[in-house]
Structures are given as structure tokens and as C-alpha cells.
């Protein structure tokens, strides 16, 4: 991904977790710009069972995802293994890839 992309964004449960992606990415490719995002109240209204819809409105996602778009962020990861619950409600707002590593990480298991 670190060559695929120019921009990601990336969008985790606390920041710790994002700047550990951070690293990953720019370990391999340091021009990759990451732009990310820790939002650990989502994982708790997650765990909770409010819907997709209702996450995204009240915690500004769709306003993170026009931000990815307008600033020309390439792809977007969930760097969160809770985040998958929210995949078909945030493209609806993005107008680029969504990167779901648990789909990766199946797919070579």
C-alpha cells in the first residue's frame, strides 16, 4: 500500500494505533503522506450496537471523509478491527478506495 498510494488516510481506535500505521507505511515508503485520524468514543458507540448511520453523523465522520476527499487523499484504512462495521456507510461519503486489512489479511490466510 505504501507504494500504491501517494496520501492515506487512515482512520484508528486511538492515535497510538495510528501512528504505528504511520510508521509502517513511511518504514517502506517515506514520500507516502499519512493523514490519520483516532476516534475511540466510535469503538465504544460500536460495542454499544448503534447503527452505522447514527456513528457517522453524531462522531463528523462524514466530515473526515469530505476532508479525505478534498484534500486528495488516495485510499482510506480502518485501522481498527471494529471499523468494518462502518465500511458501507463511510463510501457512501468517500469518492476513493476504502482499505479494510481484515479483508487482506483473510485473503492470504
Known sequence: MAYAYKSIGVLTANNQSCAGIEKAIQSVNADCNVIGTG???????IEKGISAQEIVEKYGLKNLMKFYNDIGVN??????????????????????PIIDPAELMFKMI
Open 39 to 45: 476516534m475511540l468514543p466510535v469503538v465504544v458507540a
Open 75 to 96: 485510499a482510506v484504512i480502518l485501522g481498527c478491527t471494529h471499523f468494518p462495521y462502518l465500511h458501507n456507510e463511510l463510501k457512501k461519503y468517500l469518492n476513493i
